[in-house]
Nanobody
């Protein structure tokens, strides 16, 4: 079992920045692929970014490329999502995810999910 706890969400004006953190606990959490999804009101959950345990392969949703950066500290079992130049359309609940294999981009492929953290971007 792997437990994921997100933090760092909040309210920010358009153009601002936030950094989300996801602390993972449980067996072999540092060897898992991890990433982030988000879900806006009335919309389906969508993939944002993912990376392998080594950080060697990273996938970004096209609309966040150049603005969002994922990183991880395996010594702390923590993954981060730095979000810059935020836009109102980035408003959503952001979920940290993990899977014991290579990175992936669909909801069905991720076994472990955090509880979510709200990000609200005002115009």
């Amino acid at each position: 079992q792997v437990q994921l706890v997100e933090s760092g969400g909040g309210l920010v004006q358009a153009g601002g920045s936030l950094r989300l953190s996801c602390a993972a606990s449980g067996r072999t959490a540092s060897s898992y692929a991890m990433g982030w999804f988000r879900q806006a009101p009335g919309k389906e959950r969508e993939f944002v970014v993912g990376m392998t345990w080594s950080g060697g392969v990273i996938y970004y949703k096209d609309s966040v490329k150049g603005r969002f950066t994922i990183s991880r500290d395996n010594a702390k079992n923590t993954v981060y999502l730095q979000m810059n130049s935020l836009k109102p359309e980035d408003t959503a609940v952001y979920y940290c995810v993990a899977r014991p294999s290579t990175s992936a981009t669909t909801v069905e492929e991720y076994e472990y999910w955090g509880q979510g953290t709200q990000v609200t971007v005002s115009s």
